[in-house]
Structure formats: structure tokens, C-alpha cells
């Protein structure tokens, strides 16, 4: 990791840069397959999967017994340990519901809100080098609390053509049945206008890479929502000497392990500290199955000394973690400043892999500086809130005068008589 000594105000745009293209370097191939797509279909996701996944599918859409071939395929403890995830993200999830809220601003006026789900739903989860069965259950559990009418589920296939048994397990769990084997950019594309196998959706959620982030940006061009911009996966720790380096350590290679492009990024107080976490991470790198990612991540890393708790503080603002782990003595001090994360993990014995899985929360989150902007996926991004009003013959009359004043201030002449109208009909 490149090591930074108290850096000045001024290279923190340059220490906050992910390692990722722009959106105008993947815009052009990325365009072609929305294009494709569009004009020809089916046909045109079968050809993008002969050409980036080196595999030929005849059937899209996953069949019955796939689904029962790979139900078989897991073993019992697996089938455990997704199952006690699913109820602690199930739990989490359902606490996040929320009353009708209803409310008479004035007498006579009731103004109430109430929350629908996003009916078509689209989700995404990459398989690539790892097939992330972690996201679907994710996504798909808090779309089933929400109550979306239609869950469509796209995911690429493995070099056999098949889809991994894991993802087929957790989808089964969840309820889902439309199940297409399409992966990157063309699956967003599918997703967006519809094919003659895939529905086209409202909303596209889950995670992927620098061309699935550009999809997804694009997708909102063509009157579809997306959950947020979430592209290569990234971590960012705060430690002092009353950290575990071995811990730390880990984390961050949990995160190096995602791709080449992902990010990590170790904040401290203390120069023991850093090189206690180098150490620890030259030990622990060659016993990694991914090392060879690992390292190429760890070359776009970075560890960052500061002297001062609040300039760290500010600094970490600036960068906007998705993942963010606290391992300081006082945690309050850096919970309590930030604004601007994914999904903060506190104290040592609080792994970030525990979001990742198992704790509950979500771990579908804003990346590349997206946390000022953007929340992790939760129960809410699968609603939308509407609002609902009635006015009383009385309360028209109270509110009405007000209503034209402001309608002929802005020369909107058919607003206020749209008013005038009804309170004459009242007067007589």
C-alpha cells in the first residue's frame, strides 16, 4: 500500500480517486449493446454471451429442474447458514416498515401519506470470479417485504451455462422464478427494454462492475429507476494502537479479494499501527486463493497517517466509504462525525464480511464517493411514497384565499380560479 504522511488539503481530491474509468471511456461500447438489445432482442443476449462469457445458451430463462439439481447439489451446513442469514436480514428489514402518517395541517385540511410497492423489479448479481449469492438474498428479501408483483432476476452463467447452485438455492428461497442467465451490461440492457424471454422492469437494483455501473446509469435515460451507482467494491478503516493489526488486516484484504479494481484504504494515528498492518498483510496475502487480485487491488490502495482525530475525520468525509470500519479506542468520536458511508462496522470484533452476509443489514451500497448522495439499499427503495390530501367545504374556505393570492402572484391565472370557482359555489 502506498503510504501518506499527513497529506495536505489539497491532494485529497487526488488520495479520494477511485481506480476506475470514466463514464465517457465505457459510454460508446456500452450504447452499442443498449442498441442491440433493443432492436434485436433475445438474439442479441445470446450473441453477448457467446462473446463475453464464452458460452452458448439456447434456453435464457433457467428451467425447474435446474433449480432442483442444485437444491441437491448444497450441503446441508451451506443450506444452514443461508437460512440463518435470511432470517437476520429478513428481521432487519421488516423493522424498517413504517404507519401511514396522517396529519390535518389546519382545520378542515388532511393531509397523509402512504407507502406502494415498485410493482416490475429488476436485479442484477454478478457472478464473474465470485457468484455473489450474498446480493440476491439482499435484494430480493426486502423487494418480497415491500410486496413487488414481479421479481426478475438476471445473473450471468458459469462456463458450463449453468447458473451457480447457490444463487439457484437462495432464489428458490426467496420465492423467485424468473430467472434469466445473462450477465454484465446487456443483462441491464434486457432489464431495461425488454425482451421477447425478459421482462422489462421499473427499477434495476444490485451490484457489478465499471460497464454494469455505466448500464445502469444509462438504463435511467429510458425511464427506468436505479437503486444507486454501485460499482467496484471499497473499504476504508480507522485504527489506532488499540487495534487488532491481524484483524485489520484481514478486512482489508476482504475487500482487495473482490477485483482488481476494488480499493482499501487504512487511516491512522499511529505509524506503528501501519506498519504493524503491512506486516500483517504480507503474512496473510500468499495464503489467499485470490492473491493474484488481491495484489493488483492493494497497488490502488493506500495508507494514510494523520496527526489529528478531526483532520482523519474530514478526510474520511471526503472519501465517502461504502464499507467503513471503526477500530478506535473512543468509536463515538468517528460514529458520531461521519456523514458521508455506506455501512459503518465498529469495533474489533465487528467484520465487515458480518455485513457482507449475515448481520442484517444490507450490503448493497453507494460506491465511488455515491455515500454523500446515496443510501445502501433498504426496505424504502422498494417503495414509493404517496401522498394523499382532502379538503372540507370549511377548510377551502379558510385556505382557499391564500391559494389564489399565490396563484395570481405567479400569473397562473386557471390555478386560482380553479379556487375562486369553488368558493363562490360556498358563498352561494
Given at each position: ?10 491532494t ?47 434456453h ?5 429442474e ?9 450441503s ?19 423493522a ?9 395541517t ?23 470470479t ?21 421479481i426478475v ?5 458459469n ?10 438455492y437462495v432464489?428458490q ?15 441491464i ?11 422489462k ?14 448500464a ?25 494502537t ?34 504493524a ?9 500468499p ?8 495484489e493488483q487491488?492493494l ?9 489529528q ?49 449475515a448481520?442484517?443489514?444490507n450490503h ?7 455515500a ?12 414509493k411514497?404517496?401522498t ?16 389564489e ?6 400569473g ?17
Amino acid at each position: 500500500m502506498q503510504r501518506f504522511l499527513v497529506p495536505a488539503r489539497d491532494t485529497w481530491s487526488t488520495l479520494t480517486a477511485r481506480p476506475t474509468a470514466s463514464f465517457e471511456s465505457l459510454e460508446p461500447l456500452v450504447k452499442t449493446i443498449f442498441n442491440e438489445v433493443k432492436t434485436a432482442g433475445d438474439v442479441a443476449l445470446q450473441a453477448f454471451t457467446q462473446k463475453f462469457d464464452q458460452v452458448t445458451i439456447t434456453h435464457l430463462r433457467a428451467k425447474d429442474e435446474e433449480f432442483d439439481a442444485a437444491i441437491d447439489a448444497l450441503s446441508d451446513a451451506l443450506k444452514d447458514a443461508i437460512d440463518l442469514a435470511y432470517t437476520n436480514i429478513e428481521t432487519f428489514h421488516a423493522a424498517q416498515k413504517s404507519k401511514p402518517i396522517s396529519v390535518d395541517t389546519q382545520k378542515g385540511v388532511r393531509c397523509w401519506q402512504e407507502k406502494r410497492p415498485i410493482e416490475k423489479v429488476g436485479l442484477y448479481i454478478p457472478g464473474g470470479t465470485a457468484p455473489l449469492f450474498s446480493s440476491l438474498l439482499m435484494l430480493a428479501i426486502p423487494a418480497q417485504l415491500a410486496g413487488c408483483k414481479e421479481i426478475v432476476l438476471c445473473t450471468p452463467p458459469n462456463k458450463e451455462g449453468k447458473i451457480a447452485s447457490e444463487i439457484l438455492y437462495v432464489a428458490q428461497r426467496c420465492g423467485i422464478k424468473k430467472i434469466f442467465k445473462v450477465g454484465g451490461a446487456q443483462a441491464i440492457a434486457a432489464l431495461t427494454f425488454g425482451t421477447e424471454s425478459i421482462p422489462k422492469v421499473d427499477k434495476i437494483f444490485g451490484p457489478g462492475n465499471q460497464y454494469v455501473t455505466v448500464a445502469k446509469q444509462m438504463a435511467t435515460q429510458h425511464h427506468v429507476a436505479i437503486d444507486m451507482p454501485a460499482g467496484p467494491s471499497e473499504l476504508l478503516v480507522v485504527a489506532d494502537t488499540s487495534c487488532n493489526p491481524a484483524f485489520v488486516a484481514a478486512d482489508l484484504l476482504s475487500q482487495a479479494e473482490h477485483g482488481i479494481d476494488s480499493q482499501v484504504i487504512l487511516v491512522s494515528n499511529s505509524t506503528v499501527v501501519l506498519d504493524a498492518v503491512e506486516k500483517e498483510i504480507a503474512q496473510q496475502l500468499p495464503l489467499l486463493p485470490r492473491k493474484a487480485i488481491a495484489e493488483q487491488a492493494l497497488k490502488n490502495s493506500k495508507a494514510v497517517f494523520f496527526d489529528q482525530a478531526t483532520e482523519a475525520q474530514e478526510f474520511i468525509n471526503a472519501y465517502g466509504p461504502e464499507h467503513y470500519i471503526i477500530c478506535v479506542e473512543n468509536p463515538v468520536a468517528y460514529t458520531g462525525s461521519i456523514n458521508n458511508a455506506g455501512s459503518v462496522f465498529v469495533g474489533n470484533y465487528t467484520p465487515e464480511s458480518a455485513g457482507d452476509y449475515a448481520s442484517g443489514t444490507n450490503h448493497t451500497l453507494p460506491t465511488n464517493g455515491y455515500a454523500r448522495q446515496y443510501s445502501g439499499v433498504n426496505l424504502d427503495s422498494f417503495l414509493k411514497a404517496i401522498t394523499f390530501q382532502e379538503i372540507s367545504a370549511e377548510g377551502l374556505e379558510i385556505l382557499g384565499p391564500a391559494i389564489e393570492l399565490m396563484a395570481a402572484a405567479e400569473g397562473l391565472e386557471a390555478h386560482k380560479n380553479a379556487v375562486t370557482l369553488r368558493l363562490n359555489d360556498l358563498k352561494n
